[in-house]
C-alpha cells in the first residue's frame, strides 16, 4: 500500500529490546582505562620513584663524596653549590659540572 512502510520498518529498534550496538559506555572506555592502568604502574609511576630518589641523592651530597657524572667522568666533590659542584678528577684538577648531570656514586665496575 505505501512503498515506504518497509523502509520504516528497517529503521525500527531491534526485535527483543536490543540497543543494536549502543551498549555500555564504561565498557565503550573499559580497554583504554585499563592500557592507562598497565602504563601508570609499569612505566610512569617506577619513573617518578626512580626520580625522587635520585632527587633525595643530589639533596645529601657533601664534600669529600666521590660521583661519577652522567658522562662518565669520576671525582671527588671539593666544593658545592645550589647547581654546580666542582670536582676533582685528578692532582690539582677541578672541574665544574651542573648538579642535574651527576649520575651517582661510582661501582666496582667503574673505579
Keep these: 500500500m505505501f512503498p515506504f512502510t518497509e523502509m ?13 550496538g549502543q551498549g555500555n559506555p564504561i565498557m565503550a572506555f573499559l580497554p583504554l582505562i585499563v592500557i592507562f592502568l598497565i602504563f601508570y604502574f609499569l612505566l610512569i609511576r617506577p619513573q617518578q ?42 692532582p690539582n684538577v677541578v672541574i665544574r659540572v651542573a648538579k642535574s648531570q651527576i649520575a651517582g656514586r661510582p661501582t666496582s665496575e667503574t673505579k
Design 8 to 20: 520504516v520498518y528497517a529503521m525500527g529498534p531491534a526485535p527483543g529490546g536490543a540497543q543494536g
Design 49 to 90: 620513584k626512580k626520580q625522587k630518589q635520585h632527587q633525595e641523592f643530589l639533596k645529601a651530597l657533601k664534600k669529600g663524596d666521590e660521583v661519577i657524572t652522567s658522562g662518565g667522568i669520576i671525582g671527588r666533590i671539593t666544593a658545592i653549590s645550589d647547581n654546580i659542584v666542582s670536582l676533582e678528577v685528578a
